[in-house]
């Protein structure tokens, strides 16, 4: 069985501001839509509120309108705002209550040779099972599959995905060949802790009946990035839930099951505290990338350039899978690699950053069942 991971960046449409040539270009955008969407929800918006509100108004460029190149605000039934012809705007609702609407992250199609090859990619790792990460949605999934992935004979039976928290479109799910047979799914969506929702996407549980001869428990992630937001608040939201993470995977161990992977973008580094739960000691997870028989390019990392500090994506496992490993690999194929491949190869149809099919490399390993 060979399980994977990859990090798809979405298939064929992508939030705008996040399909910039680098992540720099879009995070206060980011930051200003996150910040806003909080406030918008409080049932009362007091005057320092509505202060703040203004404020976002004006970050994100809606002093004067109601769509920018990035964002939407759609005011359907009742008003939040009041713009004067001069002036700056003001805050009629007094709370949430008071008007019907909300801040919409605009789209864009994405560029259609890096689609192409995210099909290449999937096709050249040949995964019996591929988790996926930052998909739009289950229908995305299909369609990706019937038109880009079967005329290349790199086609998946099962497909699933569960739409999750971030109303960006970047969910996960899972992809499986003939012969490997999703037979569950829980989902972690609602999971809480003191009243606020724990994981960024979701972390679904997925049971597959693999070759027919045993069941693997696949627990699809991607945790809080880095990429916006106080760098405090994101370690603490990504370390709780590394620690619910753990806490469903020994759960499922006590419960008698063996075969257990955690996998995706856990967006740091094996070293780090958020990851700590998962990685440090207390933990019986094991990196594919530590196995003797993983296959390693010089470069550990598994985002950008491959450096150390971008090792973000994982294939963590449990003893017993560990145990039956026969091989792993980073596949950076589909990754810019620089001008003519300058740091490692990449497709020769990858002529600049934005064919790229992902930031992200693809991982795999290859695991004797």
């Known amino acids: 069985m060979r399980l994977a991971s990859f990090n798809v960046e979405n298939l064929f449409s992508r939030v705008s501001v996040m399909n910039r040539e680098s992540w720099d270009e879009g995070k206060d955008v980011l930051a200003a839509y996150s910040r806003l969407n909080t406030l918008l929800q409080k049932p009362v918006y007091t005057d320092a509120d509505k ?42 609702a007094d709370g949430r209550g008071d008007w019907i609407g909300w801040l919409e992250l605009k789209t864009e199609a994405v560029n259609e040779v890096a689609t192409q090859m995210t099909a290449k990619v999937i096709q050249d790792v040949n ?18 599959n019937e038109q880009l992935l079967k005329p290349i004979g790199a086609a998946y039976r099962g497909i699933m995905l569960i739409d999750g928290n971030d109303d960006r479109g970047i969910d996960v799910g899972l992809m499986t060949k003939s012969g490997y047979t999703i037979e569950g799914i ?20 997925f049971t597959v009946r693999a070759g027919g001869a045993a069941e693997v428990l696949v627990l699809v992630n991607h945790l809080k990035s880095k990429g916006y937001g106080s760098q405090a608040d994101s370690n603490a939201r990504r370390k709780r839930q590394a620690k619910r ?14 075969l257990i992977a955690v996998v995706g973008d856990l967006n740091d580094t094996p070293d780090s505290d958020p990851l700590s739960p998962l990685l440090a000691a207390g933990s019986d997870l094991q990196d594919i990338s530590a196995h003797p028989l993983f296959q390693s390019d010089g470069r550990i990392g598994t985002y950008g350039n491959g450096s150390p500090s971008q090792k973000i994506d994982y294939l963590l496992l449990s003893p017993a899978l560990f145990n039956r490993v026969t091989g792993g690999r980073i596949f950076r194929m589909g990754v810019w690699g620089g001008t003519h491949g300058t740091l490692f190869p990449h497709y020769d149809e990858i002529t600049k950053a934005a064919d790229a099919a992902s930031d992200h490399a693809a991982i795999w390993a290859d695991i004797n069942l």
């Open 51 to 92: 202060q703040a509100i203004i404020s976002s108004i004006t970050g994100l460029g809606l002093e004067r309108g109601d769509e920018t190149d990035f964002v939407i605000l759609r005011q359907n039934r009742g008003r939040l705002l009041r713009r004067p012809q001069s002036g700056p705007p003001e805050v009629v």
């Open 127 to 144: 995964a019996d099972i591929l988790a996926v990460v930052e998909a739009e949605n289950r229908i995305s999934l299909k369609r990706f």
């Open 186 to 205: 829980v989902s972690h969506i609602d999971d809480t802790e003191n009243n606020r929702q724990i994981f960024s996407r979701d972390c679904p549980e």
């Open 245 to 258: 993470v753990k806490e469903i995977y020994e759960q499922r161990r006590a419960q008698g099951i063996d």
